[in-house]
């Protein structure tokens, strides 16, 4: 009988060790999803794509797409994972023609042409993004996307957040992180396309 | 003679499926250079398009001597602006920054120069960028200059590479 009791209160214990595991993990996940974002206003924010049109910042997040800021001298963070972001999207058959933003921290230096020619690997599948730096920052708040300009020997760098949003309907849905994989670009993407109207 | 036909036959079967597989092979085998101790695995120069300005060089290197070394520099033909960089994540920006005093490498060990982490950041490069080899010198403390080739790879096909794996 007091074997019996051992038995049932080893396995409830390892039951209740599981539930609240599982329940963190889970806490863990969410966290990651649906990000809140920032108070800002950004009913008169207008950035600048790379053939000079202005595009309102709240019609832009409405639809669903990539987003991710840097800067066209960024030596290996933004073209990689520009690069990630773009085989990604081409290895998913029904990409639902998802537009990936590369947003410049940089519109000292990141005029409309400098963009256009620095995204052209790229072809249609990513648009480039500028405009002042009073709007860029309002965006990138809001957005809560960190960066700071950094004096170096030959000029400035900028230092950022190096992870990618993907958004719709106004609302962050998940972030791609720089260190993930192409699978695991492809497993968020794919499950951020499934959620999409 | 029917025989004999057959063994021939299955002999040039079993040599044609070996050479394939050595072919198939021969695309992912790594490259290893050792120089007097030190050793390089997959020297590459990694590009986002042929017209890039700025790339950047990877490799692991390990240290099989019993003394420790320094990387001080690097220098090369592609560009006259070659340095050793790292980036550090803090509280999800990514920084970036040049070492002027050298990147240790203490003897048995060996270091990884990998995007994210360290890397050579090889700037103003004055030609296209094929994906061919291209001769960098490395200056180390104690073994001095050593010459590595650098296979240029663009982004496009190392991010593929990896995934492939």
Known sequence: MRKFKNTIFIISLVSIIFIVTSFI?????????????????????????FNNNPIKALDLLKNPSVIFFGFTNC??????????????????????NLIIYFVSLDPERDKPEILKNYLQPFKEQVVGLTGSQYNLKKFADYLKIKYYKRKIK???????????????????????LFDDDLKVSIKKINNFLSHIK | MYLNKLSNLLIFSISLIF???????????DIIINVNGLIFKNPQIVYKDVNAKMVAGYFELENTNNFDDK????????????????TKKHDGVMKMYKIESG???????????EPGKYHLM??????????????????FQKSKKIDINFKAISMKNKLEMAHSH
């Open chain 1, 75 to 96: 030596p290996d963070i933004c073209p990689l994972t520009l690069t990630k972001l773009s085989i990604t999207l081409q290895k998913i058959k029904d990409n639902k």
């Open chain 2, 19 to 29: 050479l394939i597989f050595s072919k198939v092979n021969a695309k992912t085998e």
């Open chain 1, 25 to 49: 993990i889970q806490i863990n996940i969410n966290k990651e999803k649906n990000i809140s974002l920032g108070k800002k206003d950004l009913s008169k924010v207008i950035l600048l794509d």
């Open chain 1, 154 to 176: 030959d000029g400035y760098t900028i230092d950022h957040t190096s992870s990618s949003i993907l958004m719709s309907e106004g609302k962050i849905f998940e972030k791609i």
């Open chain 2, 122 to 139: 090889i700037m103003s490069v004055n030609k296209k960028i094929l994906e061919e080899e291209y001769l960098l010198s490395l200056y």
């Open chain 2, 71 to 86: 990387l001080l520099s690097v220098k090369g033909d592609i560009s006259n602006k070659i340095e050793l960089h790292n």
């Open chain 2, 103 to 113: 990147i240790d490498i203490k003897k048995n060990n060996s270091l990884k120069f």
